[in-house]
């Protein structure tokens, strides 16, 4: 556990923070135009909301810009350390899986990119394997218990099984909540932050790279803020969704993300409730759209606000989070 405790150094990590925000700064007006150049712009899905038709043709896959922030800012400070690289796996395995199915809406023009059981297979894979090297590397299997007094259990053999799913329903929280102008973004770099804070508590030096997202995300809003001039893609969520599970499994607080990530939950919620609703009823809607975001688009809510209260959610959820880890 050398790597793992490292005496985290707050300063270094302000520092990091800067550098990655530094990064993200410069990178998006290079990656911006040569995405328009390419012509990767975003596909407007034809059944979705109709203001959302003048996004058509921007950027997309700027999640690129993220990505080699955190992976750059965060790995020379970090001592590339096991426990980064598994974080990195995690971050790059599925951002990989997120780029082809990007790839596909621009190439193929099929809006929804990679058909649902491909993508869930992929993710499959990406997240056994995250599992499988947490195994090799003797990673271990307790837990933390939010609102408990430091209590932490032992999952024994029932931690891979249990990684697996927090890995898929992150990355997939992560990628559904991806539907408007800085709403992964935001909510992601709230999350963040609240896990820089139990880095902190514990003294990991994951604390750097939770120092790295939080600079990238916040110099990529400059150019995702409404009006977005670049969408992440399933590039970016994906990857974003990979990188906090890693991070919050190598942490041993897997069980905060249900609290923390309330957001996360509830997008990936409505979209399995609307399938079994409409399945079960021969065709009814619960929710005039899913993911949730849609929902209250659909009622009449603007996008900025919808944004904006989700972000407002992400931080009461954040700081019932930081009482959930007062005794840790």
Known sequence: MDYYYSQLDF??????????FAIAVVLGPIVIPILRRLKFGQNVRDDGPTSHLSKAGTPSMG?????IA????????SGFNIY??????????????GFLDDYIKVVKKRSMGLRAWQKFSLQLVASIVFVLLLRVNDIQTLVF?????????????AMPVFAVIVTLGTSNGANFTDGLDGLASGVTLLICLFFLYAAFQVDSVLGYALAASAG??????????HPARVFMGDTGSLALGGFVSATAIILQMPLLIAIVGF??????LSVALQVLYFKATGGKRLFKMAPIHHHFEQMG?????????FYIVTAIFCLIGFLAIANL
């Open 11 to 20: 300063h270094t990590a302000v520092l990091v923070a800067l550098i990655a």
């Open 63 to 67: 999640g690129f810009v993220i990505v």
């Open 70 to 77: 955190i992976a750059v800012a965060s790995g020379i400070f």
């Open 84 to 97: 980064w690289s598994l974080v990195m796996y995690a971050m790059l395995s599925f951002g990989l899986i």
């Open 145 to 157: 218990v939010p609102f408990s007094d430091g209590l932490y259990l032992d999952f024994g053999w």
């Open 216 to 225: 990238a995300l916040l110099g990529f809003l400059l150019f995702n803020s």
């Open 263 to 268: 957001v996360y939950l509830a997008e990936v």
């Open 301 to 309: 809510w603007p996008e900025t606000k919808v944004v904006s209260i």
